[in-house]
Nanobody, 122 residues
Framework: QVQLVESGGGLVQAGGSLRLSCAAS????????MGWFRQAPGKGRDFVAA????????LYADSVKGRFTISRDNAKNTVYLQMSSLKPEDTAVYYC???????????????WGQGTQVTVSS
């Protein structure tokens, strides 16, 4: 199992940037594909980005492609989401997730953090 704790959320103006971090416990972090999801008020949870175990393969939702970058540091048991050119529609609770299977199997993420709020003002 793996426990996940997100940090780095906050309030930012449209056009600004934020970097989210997700710290994982356990010694098997590198055996998990990692992903970021988000849930806006009154909506379901949506896929944002995913990253393979090695960090060499990525997958992004069309809505964030070119603006967000997912990365990981296996030595620090941490995955990041660098968010740039933020828009009000990016406002959501952002969740980090781990998947013992393939990074692109977005329905198979089975370990979740508690979430961190990102609010983008216009």
């Amino acid at each position: 199992q793996v426990q996940l704790v997100e940090s780095g959320g906050g309030l930012v103006q449209a056009g600004g940037s934020l970097r989210l971090s997700c710290a994982a416990s356990g010694r098997t972090f590198s055996s998990y594909a990692m992903g970021w999801f988000r849930q806006a008020p009154g909506k379901g949870r949506d896929f944002v980005a995913a990253l393979s175990r090695s960090g060499f393969s990525t997958l992004y939702a069309d809505s964030v492609k070119g603006r967000f970058t997912i990365s990981r540091d296996n030595a620090k048991n941490t995955v990041y989401l660098q968010m740039s050119s933020l828009k009000p529609e990016d406002t959501a609770v952002y969740y980090c997730a781990a998947n013992s299977g393939s990074y692109y199997s977005v329905d198979a993420y089975d370990y979740w953090g508690q979430g961190t709020q990102v609010t983008v003002s216009s």
